[in-house]
């Protein structure tokens, strides 16, 4: 599963490229906005596009909140921003329809991955060209998956061995497997500015160039 930024997923924020995230999740709805276009049930997702709304959903049963009606004491979705698709109307009516087989939020044709938990930034370092870049990478990636982020500023970054502290870092492994240190929060506890102590990581070139 391809874990993404929450600047990543907030790229995908209009109606022709429409991404939410919930409760870790992250869903690619384009496909349904087409195909319910003019829907006025759309219109909280397109205001929320490429937003996280994991305050709609109960994190135990992952399913959207609810909540007694005080009038007719029956459980009800709980949508403060507006009925949404797949949300049944209060009560009996004669225009809804009732065979949806899973509503967007369980369907696993939406899901596209999940979003990081915590992401962090590196400096990748060319020692070949001397080239820095700076990359927001998810805790969660491998250094394998970190690369593929990278091939971008360096189309041949496999033909370069990475380093850490003149140690070769493991490309199955994710950066604090290899050691390498995430001290965002005793940084912000100090109040320091953490770009000014953002981990390094060295590419060697190898000598055999790869294809790109």
């Known amino acids: 599963m391809r874990f993404f930024t929450q600047d990543q997923v907030s790229a ?3 109606e022709a490229d429409l991404w939410l995230s919930f409760l870790g999740t992250v869903c ?3 496909p349904l906005v087409d195909q319910h276009k003019g829907d006025a049930l759309l219109l909280p997702m397109v205001e929320s596009a490429g937003q996280d709304v994991s305050s709609w959903f109960d994190p135990e049963t992952r399913d959207v909140r609810k909540y007694v009606d005080p009038v007719t004491n029956c ?3 709980y949508t403060p921003r507006g009925r949404f698709l797949h949300i049944p109307p209060a ?3 004669s225009d809804w329809t009732t065979d949806v087989s899973e509503p967007w939020w369980r369907d696993e044709r939406y ?5 990081s938990a915590k992401t962090r930034w590196i400096r990748v370092i060319n020692t070949l060209t001397s080239q820095e870049q700076r990359l927001q990478v998810c805790s969660e990636e491998t250094m394998a998956e970190i690369l593929q982020r990278y091939l971008r500023y360096n189309s041949h970054a496999c033909s370069y061995t990475w380093k850490h502290d003149g140690v070769s870092l493991d490309m199955s492994r994710t950066l604090g497997e290899n050691n390498v240190p995430d001290h965002d929060h005793e940084l912000q506890h100090l109040r320091l500015d953490r770009d000014l102590f953002t981990p390094a990581v060295l590419l060697h ?8």
Do not use: A, I, M, W
């Not at 899901?111 to 979003?115: A, D, F, I, T």
């Open 111 to 115: 899901q596209v991955g999940r979003l």
């Open 91 to 93: 009560g009996p009516r």
């Open 28 to 30: 690619d709805v384009t």
């Open 75 to 77: 459980v009800r979705y």
């Open 12 to 14: 995908h924020n209009c």
């Open 205 to 212: 070139f190898n000598d055999d160039l790869t294809e790109s």
